[in-house]
C-alpha cells in the first residue's frame, strides 16, 4: 500500500508562486509513475501534470504549460509540482496520484488510471 500525502498548498495572488509537495510512505516511489490533478468546485478533476516512471519524461495539461514543472526526487520518496505566475483559474484542490510501472501518455492523464491518491491540498489564488 502506497500512503501520499501533499502539502504545500496555502493563500497566494495572482503571479505568486507556491511548491507543492507529495511525500510517500509505505513503498518506493521510484517504480510508480506520477502525477498531480486538480479539482475546483463544480468541476471534475482534471489532469495537471505527470512524470513517467521508466524515463522521467514529463507531461502537462496545455493550461500550465511553462508554468508548471513536476519532478521527483527518488531518494526522498517525495514528487514536486513547482508552480510559478499563478492565475485564479488555477485554483483548486491539488491531488497527487501513483500508478505502478512506465505507462504510456493516454493512461498517464486519466485519473481513473491511478491506484493511489493523498488526500488533496488546496490552491487558492486572489486577484
Known amino acids: 500500500q502506497v500512503l501520499l500525502v501533499e502539502s504545500g498548498g496555502g493563500v497566494v495572488q495572482t503571479g505568486d508562486s507556491l511548491r507543492l509537495s507529495c511525500a510517500a510512505s509505505g513503498r518506493t516511489l521510484s517504480n510508480y509513475s506520477m502525477g498531480w490533478f486538480r479539482q475546483s468546485p463544480g468541476k471534475e478533476r482534471e489532469f495537471v501534470a505527470a512524470?513517467?516512471?521508466?524515463?522521467?519524461?514529463?507531461y502537462y495539461a496545455d493550461s500550465v504549460k511553462g508554468r508548471f514543472t513536476i519532478s521527483r526526487d527518488n531518494a526522498k520518496n517525495t514528487v514536486y509540482l513547482q508552480m510559478s505566475s499563478l492565475k485564479p483559474e488555477d485554483t483548486a484542490v491539488y491531488y497527487c496520484a501513483a500508478v505502478p510501472g512506465g505507462r504510456i501518455y493516454a493512461v498517464l492523464v486519466t485519473a481513473r488510471a491511478y491506484e493511489h491518491w493523498g488526500q488533496g491540498t488546496q490552491v487558492t489564488v486572489s486577484s
Open positions: 512524470i513517467r516512471w521508466s524515463d522521467s519524461r514529463t
